[in-house]
């Protein structure tokens, strides 16, 4: 029986056998740990023990996606069982019923993803980007290098640094998860860097597109997406809690929308200009149901009005889009509002509380605020972007124009 102290070096140095061969080696460290390597290179860890008469091998992954160090601590869990009295031809079936990471990804979106305001998006992600080269792997099998070149194979599609933190961010979400609940000791995703920098986008509307976007949007012929993308400019709310807005959320008497659930797992309180109020008085009247927006599928609320958006550019004269290097897009919308707020004199706190924008050093700042300033500034800003876009003389609150059904 041949041993060896494995090591990554050692191990990439071995021999390989003849045709038809395979050769099997120990470890010194760990005597019941083994390396079966066949004639064509394929390298896999085994736990060796007796079951009986017979040898029951535990195969545990290969060599080297599994590091030695991963192969190592799995082996000695492993044998912890059998010293306790488990059985090996159990730890087997065990191991072999051990969910795969697109199996778990299902389990983690019923215990906790479908929670959340993203989980969309992070479908998509793990859709795109991970559930190819890593999905039909067992969890216990996923080792930090495998996860650094699926990042890497993103980046090389020419994806920005924001996207590949972000699929980074849901592994390493998903393997947290899978620690909390008894699947695994460690989490593979930490210590996995990102190459290149994210880019802050800053665009927002001018003061001379105001006019052109506001005549755009009086022509749009849904008037429910017409209400959407004015609400989405007044208020500076995410898409996704915009979309699933509820009239029980809503106080039209305290000019507040209280948004339950946030991307930052907190709730907010929403100040309504009264150019806001008006458009949902409108909308109350002429709708009813749970929803301000409600839509067709699952959900039972509009979930994408990209179309839209791109409609009111077009005809706006504005260029749509993350790709075009002076492209507008519907958060891009939200931006303006806060940026407005800084034109009209509104500190970095009062803008970040009416955003919901979240920091360690903001924190305790934006908690000592009531919503009196940030309802002035939001008010202030909303007048201010009416005014340059033609839609208002001072101090008069308008009506956007009526034009069709949703």
């Known amino acids: ?45 085994y736990v060796v023990k007796r079951a009986g008469a017979s040898m029951a ?15 190592q601590a799995e082996a000695e869990r492993i044998l912890g069982e059998f010293a306790s009295g488990a059985n090996p031809a159990e730890a087997r079936r065990t191991f072999k019923a051990e969910p795969t990471l697109a199996e778990f990804f299902i389990e983690y979106g019923t ?25 039909d792997r067992k969890l216990t099998s996923i080792t930090r290098a495998m996860i650094a070149r699926a990042l890497s194979d993103v980046e090389k599609a020419g994806k920005a640094a924001a996207t590949v933190k972000l699929v980074r961010a849901l ?24 190459a290149g920098r994210t880019v802050s986008r800053d665009r927002f509307l001018q003061a001379d597109e105001l006019p052109r976007f506001f005549q755009s949007l009086a022509e749009e012929p849904s008037t429910t997406m017409r209400d959407f993308i004015l609400l989405a400019l007044l208020t500076g709310a995410r898409r996704a809690n915009l979309c699933a807005m509820r009239w029980t959320e809503i106080k ?39 929803f301000v927006f409600p839509g067709p599928g699952a959900s039972g609320h509009m979930v994408e009005p990209k179309k839209a958006v791109i409609r009111v550019m077009e005809r706006a004269g504005i260029p749509y889009g993350r790709n075009d290097p002076n492209g507008v897009t ?75 059904t949703a």
Do not use: C
């Not at 998509?124 to 999905?135: E, S, T, V, W």
């Open 1 to 45: 029986m041949a041993q060896i102290k494995f090591g990554k070096i050692a191990l990439q140095g071995l021999e390989l056998p003849p045709a038809g061969k395979r050769l099997t080696v120990y470890d010194t460290k760990v005597p019941k740990l083994a390396l079966r390597i066949t004639s064509a290179g394929a390298k896999t860890f």
């Open 57 to 71: 091998w535990v195969k545990l992954g290969t060599f080297p996606d599994m590091t030695v160090e991963k192969a």
């Open 111 to 135: 215990r906790h993803g479908e929670k959340l305001t993203v989980w969309r998006d992070m479908q998509q992600r793990f859709r795109d980007y991970l559930q190819k080269p890593l999905g």
């Open 171 to 194: 592994a390493s979400g998903i393997f947290g998860k899978a620690i909390e609940w008894g699947y695994l000791e460690t989490n593979p995703a930490q210590g996995v860097k990102v």
């Open 252 to 290: 039209l008497a305290d000019f507040v929308w209280r948004v339950p659930d946030t991307k930052n797992a907190t709730p907010q309180n929403v100040t309504l200009s009264p150019e806001a109020v008006e458009i949902l008085k409108a909308r109350q009247e002429a709708s009813a149901g749970e």
């Open 330 to 404: 519907l958060h891009d919308l939200r931006r303006t509002l806060g940026s407005w707020q800084a034109r009209t004199g509104a500190s970095l706190a009062i803008i970040g509380k009416s955003l919901n924008h979240k920091s360690q050093q903001a924190t305790a700042i934006y908690a000592r605020l009531d919503l009196d300033p940030v309802r002035a500034s939001v008010n202030t800003a909303t007048a201010a972007m009416m005014e340059a876009g033609g839609m208002k003389e001072a101090a008069e609150v308008v009506t956007m124009p009526k034009r069709g």
